[in-house]
T-cell receptor, first 116, second 113 residues
Framework: AQSVTQLGSHVSVSEGALVLLRCNYS??????LFWYVQYPNQGLQLLLK??????LVKGINGFEAEFKKSETSFHLTKPSAHMSDAAEYFC??????????????FGKGTLLTVNP | DAGVIQSPRHEVTEMGQEVTLRCKPI?????LFWYRQTMMRGLELLIY????????DSGMPEDRFSAKMPNASFSTLKIQPSEPRDSAVYFC???????????FGDGTRLSIL
């Protein structure tokens, strides 16, 4: 079974600073990798998805993630943090689940706070 | 476009009572997923359906939990009898194909007293 590790349950940055949220998956290469964001009292929203077409994936709101097979990592970055980026971020990997079906395994999440 | 709709948004009930959570997926989506989110365990997949048929229920914690999808536009997750440890936020999500991004509802916050 796939596993996902998000290093740092809480990351705090200043407005305008670089955002780096770390995600490592288990050694077998998953077909798909995702980053989701969750704002308070809401469901998860897709930020970006890796599908092997390109190792650098651009998402919404200025976020991007780079797939590094040698490091089994899929870290999320944003050059300049905005106050509205404060939320919880989840990394997820897909794994086969019977026949041609896939299911997601989520990391425990990283809470991002942005200081003025 | 309407997203995934869950009801109720909040439920507070006493231990031993039956709880029914409801979900309306996005029209045309053929996969529906039920998740539970807690501080201790994070986001856990409970069960998912493809074309109304349960595919993987290995995440359902015990026999007190059951889920149905009688048609393409409606699913329920039932807990009977409920226990305090079932307190959590329950999310429903749907997707068009299991490799495509899942769209989440806003969740049901369940408190069992």
């Amino acid at each position: 079974a796939q596993s996902v590790t998000q290093l740092g349950s809480h990351v705090s940055v200043s407005e305008g600073a670089l955002v780096l949220l770390r995600c490592n998956y288990s050694s077998s290469v998953p077909p798909y990798l995702f980053w989701y964001v969750q704002y308070p009292n809401q469901g998860l929203q897709l930020l970006l998805k890796y599908t092997s077409a390109a190792t650098l994936v651009k998402g919404i709101n200025g976020f991007e993630a780079e797939f590094k097979k040698s490091e089994t990592s899929f870290h999320l970055t944003k050059p300049s943090a905005h106050m509205s980026d404060a939320a919880e971020y989840f990394c997820a990997v897909s794994e086969r689940s019977g026949g041609s079906n896939y299911k997601l395994t989520f990391g425990k999440g990283t809470l991002l706070t942005v200081n003025p | 476009d309407a997203g995934v709709i869950q009801s109720p948004r909040h439920e507070v009930t006493e231990m031993g009572q039956e709880v029914t959570l409801r979900c309306k997926p996005i029209s045309g989506h053929d996969y529906l997923f039920w998740y539970r989110q807690t501080m201790m365990r994070g986001l856990e997949l409970l069960i998912y359906f493809n074309n109304n048929v349960p595919i993987d229920d290995s995440g359902m914690p015990e026999d007190r939990f059951s889920a149905k999808m009688p048609n393409a536009s409606f699913s329920t997750l039932k807990i009977q009898p409920s226990e305090p440890r079932d307190s959590a936020v329950y999310f429903c999500a749907s997707s068009l194909g299991s490799t495509q991004p899942q769209h989440f509802g806003d969740g049901t916050r369940l408190s069992i007293l």
